[in-house]
Each structure stands twice: as structure tokens, then as C-alpha cells.
């Protein structure tokens, strides 16, 4: 656990500030329809409403800032969190560490798996933040804190190209619409039901994804969903056969949910976002910073990287690619009884998966190896792919069986911090921790001691001396947090029920162009 003396330390040594430049961007008036549109709904008594809730556990900013990590409740795709050539994308991603960098804080993406309630994740502890164009609702607002909007959205029926005749709410009569249980969706067309509008209502699955109900519309399977306009202006690019139909809400505010007893972090949060935008519901405007303005092109405004950005997505979601190195590391991997999953989180701290890296203390290549410490001692042969990743793992392989009395967590911790430092540091950071009377198998003791390692009053009594202690805390949590999410989006990938999107997407010839 991180405490005064490594904030002490690493603020002294590494004071990174954070800037960007803020502009303003006006949104054109939105014209209204005469009929009613609701933005926010009274809670409606219905069985199809489950309100059951984890209880929150008591958990607040200064607890995470004295942990290192923030954790992002978020999902797979897009405009939420994705992986590119291995490595941390997404408009929400980026959107959010920023906010961490700006605390010093180290990010760790929870991936949503099909059947997770994010309230719950938030509620458990799990996580800390949900973002993930979480839409605020009447019901949402009351089982979290939502943080001051950073979006707002439409959200619209979505029908197929042969229903453009539907161009009103009330010609909505005999058409069933589908959209997922608990959703954001789910709740506006109730609310528009109790309004006297006429539709039939399918409930489908929350295990369903938003993509797959609107390919489904494409298809024919379902006659109508819903989708706000800004994800749907990323499925468009793929997706063809469907369209915006009539505006069900208007200017939905999209924020952040934080646990309802985290007032601290809702108040930095709330910094954040609002120094990020504005609305003004009189003149129907928004103000968005030059940043926020410059993701939102990024991710949402770019047809291009759309395309590239879901062709990385379906080489994870349906081949199981993670990583450019995949076919190199997994049977070296398997063949050492190590996850592979595990050295690729390794590489990315390492190099981002550049095979000619180089750093200042000679370590080079994939897995950063110092030549001199290497059984390859040819700098050149260390620059090949498969050389570089099989001394890699080489050393990981050696530094878990030295460490395979530990329990797991331990037993990881320690062989990063390791592979990082060097068993050198570690034996006189674990010698330090014995004579502070404390647990020399405990990570978070371990840590201390390497930190200590950075004061002349320690390090001149150890055999190895000066170790740079914030550096190697710092990777362990990064490669660690890292470790967890491709873990998570392996979950994923693995889960069913998307072979039917990717045929539809297929028949429409939209992969493999």
C-alpha cells in the first residue's frame, strides 16, 4: 500500500502536470417535437424493474489514493474501452486517465461481463467508477451518484430502412420495440408508456449487447430498439439497413457513477467533468474543453478509425486476438505452465510491443532484456521477436518457481517487482523488511522497503544499494492492473452468443474489406 513516504518521494522526484487547452464548441439548437419528451422519468412501480441492489461498501478517495489504483467499471467496445496491437484505447479510457493522471493515480479497467450488474461492481468494491456512456435516469440516480454530465444524447427508436413511414411516436401502434432489462432504453419507453403511447415492449436478455439487438433490427429479427445518436453514429459506419427513427428523449445528461457514500471522489470528479463541459438548457448549447472536443472527434466523429478501431475489436472478440506477439508467446507460454495472458501484460509495460526498444539502462527489445544479465549475450539476436520473448519468459518462469511457496497474489507481486529491479534489490528490500519486523512474504511490506531504498540512510547498508523504489511499486501495479483486465477481456471473448452478429456483419460485407 502506498503511504505518505512513497507520495513524499515521488512527488520530489517525478512531479508530472497535466494541461490541455480548453476552447468552446457550440452544438446547434436541437429542434423539439410538439409531442412530450421525456428526460428524466418517476419511478414506475413495475415488476420489470429490478431495483435490488449490492450494498455499497464504505469506500471513499482517500482510501483509493493510499491503494495507487482507481478502477474503471466500463465495457468492451468503442466509445467505452478496447484494446489496439495489445494496448489501452477508448474514448472513456482516455477520458479517464486523465482524470487518474491528475491524482497520480495508476488505472485499472474492469470489463463488464455479459450478465454484470456495473451498480453492483460499483456497490461491491470491485470498482470504483462507472464509465461506460452511462446515462443518467431517475431510476440510475437513485442507486448511484452521478457526476456532472460530460455528453448529452438523444436517444431514438431505431427501425429498419423499409419503416421509414414511422416518423412520429404515436405511429409507433403495433410495433414491437427490443431493448435490453435495466437499461437506460428500458426505462424511457416505460416512461412513455405511462404517457398513453402505444408499442409492445420486449424485454430481452441484459446478457444481449446493444450491437446485436441492432443488427437484429437490420436483419429482421426484431422489429425495433433503441440507441442514443452518439453510439449510433459509430455503429452507422458498419452496420447498414437501419436508421434513427422518432426521438423518444431529448438531451439525456452522461456522466459518471460514483457509490452514493464516496462524496470525496464525486467531488474531484465533478471538477473534472465540469471543467471538461457545460450545458445551458436555455439556449440548448453545450461548451466542451479542446480535449474533450478532440476525443469525441477521435472516437466518434472519424469513420476511418471507426472502421480500424472495430476490426481490432473483432480480431479479439472472434480469434482471440489480444496482442500483436499472440502466436509467439502462447506456446512458449503454455510450454513454461505460465499465462500467457501474464507476458503479454509484462511486454506492454515493457516496450507497447515494440520489438526495437531500447531503453537508458540497455535493456532492449519486446521484453526489455539487459544483454549482459542474458543467456542470448548478442544485443542483435536479443532484437529478434521469438529470441527476445523466450528469454522473457525465461526469467519470468525462473521468478515464480523461486517465489511458488507464496500464495498467488504474493507469489505475482514479487515476481514482477523482480523482474523489474532485479533479485538483488529484492533479497536487500526483503532483508530491510525483516529487520522492520515485518512480513518479508508480504508484498505490500516489501514495497515499503524498496521505497526506503531510495534513502541514502537505507540504501548505504545494502549490498546492492540505491534502488529506484517508486519505479518498480509502479510497475508491479500497472502490470498487475493490466494482467487483470486481459484476463477479463478473455472472459469475454470466450462468452457466447455473438456468432449471430458477426454473420450478420459478414453478410453485409463489412469485414475483410
Excluded at 387 to 398: F, S
Excluded at 423 to 452: F, Q
Amino acid at each position: 500500500m502506498k503511504n505518505f513516504y512513497y507520495h513524499l518521494i515521488r512527488n520530489l522526484a517525478a512531479l508530472t502536470v497535466v494541461t490541455f487547452i480548453i476552447a468552446p464548441a457550440n452544438i446547434d439548437i436541437i429542434e423539439v417535437k410538439e409531442y412530450e419528451i421525456i428526460t428524466e422519468v418517476d419511478p414506475i412501480p413495475d415488476n420489470s424493474l429490478n431495483l435490488s441492489l449490492t450494498e455499497a461498501v464504505d469506500l471513499d478517495f482517500q482510501e483509493i489514493l493510499d491503494r495507487g489504483t482507481i478502477r474503471m467499471i466500463t465495457n468492451y467496445n468503442i466509445g467505452s474501452y478496447f484494446l489496439r496491437g495489445g494496448l489501452d484505447r477508448g474514448f472513456e479510457y482516455e477520458f479517464f486517465s486523465t482524470f487518474a493522471r491528475q491524482h497520480d493515480l495508476t488505472v485499472e479497467v474492469i470489463v463488464l461481463q455479459p450478465d454484470d450488474n456495473p451498480v453492483d461492481v460499483l456497490n461491491s468494491g470491485e470498482g470504483d467508477i462507472i464509465a461506460a456512456n452511462f446515462i443518467k435516469t431517475s431510476m440510475r440516480d437513485e442507486q448511484v451518484s452521478f457526476s456532472e454530465p460530460y455528453n448529452m444524447i438523444n436517444q431514438h427508436i431505431i427501425l429498419p430502412d423499409e419503416r421509414y413511414d414511422i416518423t412520429e411516436l404515436d405511429e409507433l401502434e403495433n410495433i414491437t420495440i427490443s431493448v435490453r432489462r435495466n437499461s437506460a432504453h428500458h426505462e424511457t419507453l416505460l416512461g412513455l408508456k405511462k404517457q398513453g403511447y402505444s408499442f409492445d415492449l420486449d424485454l430481452v436478455s441484459e446478457t444481449i449487447e446493444k450491437e446485436a439487438l441492432i443488427v437484429g433490427v437490420a436483419e429482421g429479427r426484431y422489429q425495433a430498439t433503441v440507441s442514443d445518436d452518439h453510439q449510433f453514429n459509430i455503429l452507422k459506419t458498419y452496420v447498414t439497413g437501419v436508421h434513427l427513427g422518432p426521438k423518444i428523449s431529448n438531451n439525456d445528461p452522461v456522466g459518471w457513477g460514483v457509490r452514493h457514500n464516496a462524496s470525496q471522489l464525486k467531488k474531484e470528479v465533478d471538477k473534472y467533468t465540469y471543467g471538461n463541459f457545460k450545458h445551458d438548457p436555455k439556449q440548448n448549447k453545450n461548451w466542451k474543453s479542446g480535449y474533450l472536443t478532440l476525443l469525441q472527434d477521435r472516437y466518434f466523429n472519424n469513420p476511418k478509425l471507426i472502421e480500424q478501431n472495430r476490426r481490432d475489436i473483432h480480431k479479439l472478440m472472434y480469434h482471440g486476438v489480444m496482442s500483436p506477439y499472440d502466436q509467439l508467446i502462447r506456446p512458449v507460454a503454455d510450454d513454461a505452465g505460465v499465462d500467457w495472458k501474464l507476458a503479454i501484460a509484462v511486454m506492454a509495460q515493457e516496450s507497447s510491443f515494440r520489438p526495437g526498444a531500447v531503453s537508458i539502462a540497455g535493456a532492449v527489445g519486446l521484453m526489455q532484456i539487459i544483454p549482459r544479465f542474458s543467456q542470448i549475450s548478442d544485443k542483435s539476436g536479443l532484437m529478434d521477436p521469438k529470441t527476445n520473448i523466450g528469454e522473457g519468459m525465461r526469467y519470468i518462469t525462473n521468478h515464480l518457481n523461486h517465489y511458488s511457496y507464496l500464495d498467488t497474489e504474493n507469489q505475482l507481486a514479487l515476481t514482477l517487482a523482480t523482474y523489474n529491479a532485479g533479485m538483488g534489490h529484492l533479497a536487500d528490500a526483503r532483508r530491510l523488511t525483516i529487520d522492520s519486523n515485518k512480513d518479508p512474504n508480504n508484498w505490500g511490506d516489501v514495497s515499503e522497503a524498496l521505497l526506503k531504498l531510495m534513502d541514502r540512510k537505507y540504501y548505504n547498508n545494502a549490498r546492492y544499494g540505491f534502488c529506484r523504489g517508486t519505479e518498480t511499486v509502479d510497475y508491479v501495479e500497472k502490470v498487475t492492473a493490466r494482467y487483470k483486465t486481459y484476463q477479463a477481456i478473455s472472459q469475454l471473448a470466450n462468452s457466447t452468443g455473438k456468432e449471430d452478429v458477426e454473420e450478420t456483419i459478414l453478410a453485409m460485407g463489412k469485414i475483410g474489406k
